[in-house]
């Protein structure tokens, strides 16, 4: 949530996994982090938020020996973003995903996300 409401695609991928794999929009892909990197940065430069909030409470869950976890969101946010003509636009939306955590060496990394948007 920080991460968008600051634009910062550094914060955001801060625990991302180096074998990071996403299932979006009917496709299975491992983007580098360097390829998320410049996708979050063009995304969030563009973008300000007015809104970027929970819609119902995130739900957490990890596994029993601790080495697993896994949070499902729902999020709704508003805002404007800047075209490539320089103008503005508005941006809204909502989404619901869930991101795959692993811990590895005493830290959580983000080792995959699911995600949609609502229609």
Known sequence: MRAHRESS????????????????????T???LDVRRERFRQYLGTTRFSEYIDVVP?????????????????VRATGVQT??????????????????Y????GSWYRIGNVSNFRP
């Open 83 to 100: 075209t490539q003509e320089g103008g503005s636009k508005p941006l809204a939306f909502e989404s619901a995903w869930i991101e795959l």
């Open 30 to 32: 491992q983007p580098s």
């Open 58 to 74: 995130p739900i957490v869950r990890v596994s029993d020996d601790g080495s697993l976890g896994w949070v499902i969101v729902q």
């Open 9 to 28: 695609a550094d914060l955001l991928l801060r625990a991302d996994a180096p074998d990071y794999v996403s299932a979006n929009r009917g496709q299975i």
């Open 102 to 105: 692993e811990r590895r060496e």
